[in-house]
């Protein structure tokens, strides 16, 4: 009978330590689990407060430099938290960028705050035509599609008074090879942008003027003006279509 009891005492103290073991586990995967819910809430309020806008004019022509090959992205913080502003994600034509520089605008405050401005530079090449930027951070997003268009001059080689070695940025003419009706200089722009008022203006007037000073793009996005050449020198002749600009040297001999 002894024996029995003791194997019965054995057998509860068991049953008790492993029931006290299973509750000590579920008390902890419990906590774990509770814990882990409040930080998942955290993130979402964090997330939900979060807001966005990248406040560029995508018509005006400034978000991307050509001539450096970069492109400026400004970004306002419009949500109720201040952001990290190296935590921000670049997405230019659905390719990851890493930004060459991030800077908050407002003061000398590193913290994207409340209504504050953070400007994105980021290197990039990119080709005449439509292009799309995106712009993320905390959960937040924001897009942003633009044209990337350009004017330029066309070379004016093989015309009345031209040197064969004219290109679109340079061009030596004689001044006395060429007739009464001047030098024509043509522009367009990529893509055919219709409809657009172009301006011309020559550096040098006594060189050489410009008629007309105003024109306006056709249905391809062309234009031209006449350059009348008065005596010799050099002038840089400049079409400003507003959103872009291009200048061609004109040199005039004898």
Not at 87 to 109: C, F, K, M, Q, S
Not at 181 to 195: I, K, V
Request: with cysteine; charged share 25%; net charge negative.
């Amino acid at each position: 009978m002894v024996r029995t009891a003791v194997v019965q005492l054995l057998l509860f103290t068991a049953a008790i330590t492993a029931a006290m073991l299973f509750a000590g586990t579920v008390a902890t995967e419990a906590g774990l689990y509770a814990q882990s819910v409040d930080d998942e809430g955290d993130r979402d309020v964090a997330t939900l407060d979060t807001e966005i806008a990248i406040i560029n004019h995508p018509a005006a022509g400034t978000t991307y430099n050509e001539t450096g090959d970069e492109l400026t992205i400004y970004v306002k913080n419009v949500g109720d938290g201040s952001l990290e502003p190296a935590a921000v994600d670049l997405l230019i034509d659905g390719e990851y960028v890493r930004p060459n520089e991030t800077r908050v605008l407002e003061g000398t405050d590193p913290v994207w705050r409340e209504e504050a401005v953070l400007e994105l530079t980021a290197p990039s090449s990119l080709e005449p035509g439509t292009h799309r930027v995106v712009v993320g951070t905390n959960g937040a997003r924001d897009r942003l599609e633009f044209e990337h268009r350009i004017a330029y001059w066309l070379s004016p080689a093989g015309q009345n008074g031209t040197a064969d070695s004219c290109d679109a940025e340079t061009c030596t003419v004689s001044l006395n090879e060429t007739d009464d009706d001047g030098l024509t200089l043509e522009m367009a722009t990529d893509p055919d942008q219709p409809n657009e008022s172009v301006s011309y203006a020559s550096s040098n007037t006594t060189v050489a003027t410009v008629d007309p000073e105003n024109g306006t793009t056709d249905a391809a996005g062309t234009d031209s003006t006449t350059l009348n050449l008065h005596e010799t020198g050099e002038t840089t002749v400049t079409l400003d279509v507003g959103w872009d600009t291009d200048e061609i040297v004109i040199r005039v001999e004898e």
